[in-house]
């Protein structure tokens, strides 16, 4: 059953995210898109390095281990080794968490859509 609640979120790309920094930071949006690209680099640069970044508020990245595992494949059942490696993660800063715990807007309804009436029996 599908509700409201459970549609797929819309998905923000990093040319429409280039384009929300920079009419934030009133700056070009090539500007804007330039700094996105610096950020991204460092953020990979340092966690490729071993070194966790974190931004206070929204979170942060760090390298950490995974262990090398036996698997079921789902085909046949035969088992699948997978070696150890390692693995970026991201935990989500407290600012973030709240944000994504807050209720979403709810959008109003047009004049020109009137409510569907319920049936009666």
């Keep these: 059953m599908t509700t409201p609640t459970s549609q797929a979120p819309k998905i923000v790309g990093k040319d429409e995210l280039s384009h929300l920094v920079a009419a934030k930071a009133h700056v070009d949006v090539k500007e804007a898109d330039a700094m996105l690209d610096a950020l991204m680099e460092t953020i990979r640069e340092q966690v490729a390095k071993g070194r966790q970044v974190r931004l206070i508020g929204f979170g942060s990245w760090r390298l ?47 004049a020109s859509h009137k409510p569907l009436k319920k049936a009666t029996r």
Excluded at 81 to 110: D, N
Aim: aromatic share 2%.
């Design 64 to 110: 950490r281990a995974v262990s090398a595992r036996t698997i079921k494949s789902i085909r046949g059942g035969t088992p699948i080794h997978i070696p150890a490696g390692k693995r970026v993660s991201f935990s989500t800063g407290s600012q973030l968490a709240e944000a994504a715990k807050a209720p979403a807007p709810v959008k109003k309804a047009s």
